[in-house]
């Protein structure tokens, strides 16, 4: 549901279609593509060093039908490759070994890799993969560990969005700064804005706090009646309810799961711990049935 509502934001406010794809990022790669390639992007300076890319049709280098997210070109004609992950991949280090070497089919020229990872869960993955006679590495960056003041202070709304998914946003009062920065800016970039932000607010499960706030804000009440916006928030308010109810289910599941744990096996480590924390319901009830049996 949330793939089309990117589609139609896309649609909406960038004036071009969007092709949703299946996989992990779909729900918010369009949100964050947009993010990236808008002019004056801070978080661009950020991962590249540069304020501005001449951006690539990314569809033709594709691999294992893959396509790699974002390409830009250098003002020195050099490539940068930036690709967007939310959650972690045994094999992401190859994949991004083959999107490096079909750039260099594509173009002729090995690009700049930088892997940006928005994910929930700890960063787990490597940034390299190596064998006896080779080594590729790339730039592996979580958004937690970049600068969430200079996102919140930049002019562009889609830094200040941004924002939420830095180790800022981890703060009580960080959607309600966000909003303020929004309501401050144009109709056109708040309404964008605003939706971005709740299209990325669920890769931190904080989708009723923007909700919740927002409808705090007089400035953004007209925000109800917006073609694309309001009926997304008039359901994320039934999905809040519905997502609460069933989010203290599974938490009470895991608490139980881990006292079992603990009551067999002793001390929980906190790598046992976060794996739990990360199962969905269906496997929390299949690793407590297996817990009857183990030894």
Not at 245 to 267: A, H, P, T
Request: charged share 25%; with cysteine; aromatic share 4%.
């Amino acid at each position: 549901r949330l793939a089309c509502v990117g589609a139609a934001i896309q649609e909406r406010f960038f004036g071009f279609p969007a092709t949703i794809r299946s996989g992990p990022m779909h729900e918010y790669d369009v949100a964050l593509k947009n993010i990236l390639t808008r002019s004056g992007s801070s978080i661009l300076t950020q991962l590249t060093g540069v304020s501005s890319l001449r951006w690539i049709n990314v569809e033709a280098p594709k691999v294992s039908n893959r396509r790699v997210d974002l390409l830009g070109e250098l003002p020195d004609g050099n490539l940068v490759h930036i690709e967007l992950q939310s959650r972690n991949e045994e094999d992401f280090p190859l994949r991004m070994a083959e999107y490096l070497f079909g750039i260099q089919r594509k173009y002729g020229k090995l690009p700049r890799q930088v892997a940006l990872y928005v994910g929930e869960a700890p960063l787990l993955m490597n940034d390299r993969i190596e064998g006896p006679d080779c080594s590729v590495r790339f730039h592996l960056i979580d958004i937690r560990g970049l600068d969430g003041e200079q996102l919140l202070a930049s002019t562009n709304p889609g830094d200040n969005v941004l924002a939420l998914l830095t180790s800022l946003g981890e703060r009580p009062e960080v959607v309600r700064r966000i909003l303020e920065r929004i309501a401050a800016g144009s109709v056109e970039e708040r309404d964008q804005a605003l939706a971005e932000l709740l299209i990325l607010a669920r890769l931190r499960r904080l989708s009723g706090e923007v909700i919740r706030e927002t409808e705090k804000m007089p400035i953004l009440e007209d925000i109800m009646d917006h073609d694309v916006i309001g009926p997304l928030l008039r359901q994320g308010r039934a999905e809040g309810r519905v997502e609460g109810l069933i989010e203290g289910r599974v938490e009470g599941q895991m608490d139980i799961l881990l006292s079992q744990i603990q009551k067999r096996f002793g001390r929980v480590s906190p790598a046992v711990a976060q794996r739990i924390a990360a199962l969905k319901p269906a496997q929390l009830k299949r690793v407590g049935l297996r817990l009857l049996d183990a030894q």
